[in-house]
């Protein structure tokens, strides 16, 4: 019989917000959000965020992603990838937060990531370029720069970022 004692170290686990229906495998795009642990502002260190982005560029060449942007706000990671036939999002981002979080905790004994993460497929319709820019765009609407050429970490495989702003798209 549980009683009240055993029953407060028991936390309910919550429902996956992957769709059910979708295999997350295959050449689609995602826009990717994941965020720290309880919220901390762990990528406001330029030596972490570059530890990170290195697991991150490893795994996603071995995943077959190619990463269209990115961007480490203080207590999260947006991410706009594009996979290959042979790409699978849960085992790119199962190994990437595996990896990343076991370097973390070695250094700093602490937890990196939250459970799990947020992902938006793209639909044929949605513009990339768009996404993108909002991606890199961020930093501005928190206020933390005025203009993204201000802001060290974000970036892409693909995009001149600062071309892609001052291109006007919105």
């Known amino acids: 019989m549980l009683t009240d004692k055993t029953t407060k170290s028991f936390k309910p686990r919550k429902s996956s917000p992957r769709l059910k229906i979708f295999d997350y495998k295959g050449n689609y795009c995602y826009f990717i959000t994941c965020c720290t642990h309880q919220s901390k502002p762990y990528f406001k260190d330029k030596n972490l965020v570059n530890a990170v982005l290195n697991t991150l560029q490893g795994i996603a060449r071995k995943e077959t992603f190619t990463i269209l942007s990115y961007c480490f706000m203080p207590d999260h990671l947006h991410l706009l990838l594009s996979g290959e036939e042979t790409s699978s999002l849960k085992d ?7 990896k990343s979080s076991f370097r973390f905790r070695k250094i700093s004994k602490k937890t990196l990531w939250q459970r799990s993460y947020y992902d938006h497929v ?4 949605e513009d990339i370029r768009e996404i993108a820019l909002y991606i890199f765009r961020n930093p501005i ?11 060290p970490f974000l970036g892409s495989d693909v995009f001149d970022c600062y071309r892609l702003e001052e291109s006007g798209q919105t």
């Not at 790119?92 to 595996?98: E, G, L």
């Open 141 to 151: 609407r928190k206020g933390i720069v005025a203009c993204i050429r201000d802001y």
């Open 122 to 125: 793209l639909r044929k319709e």
């Open 92 to 98: 790119f981002m199962r190994n990437f937060k595996q």
